[in-house]
């Protein structure tokens, strides 16, 4: 599924795709389809099939 997040880096809304069937957290990096810098995303299941995302600087 798609959720929209922000880059930690540029500040640009992105779309950042979690796998519904990959569990309650999940962790993993993806570039930023703007400024191309590996963020580190964040996605926790919510318990209604909705994920929430949070976005953090992968080269901290
Ligand atoms: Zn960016």
Redesign the pocket.
Known sequence: MEVETY?P??G?R?SVWVDAGGGGTQRYIED?A??C?P?EITAHADGDGEFSVDAQRGDA
Request: charged share 20%; hydrophobic share 30%; with cysteine.
């Open positions: 880059c880096y540029c640009e992105i930023c703007v400024c810098r963020i």
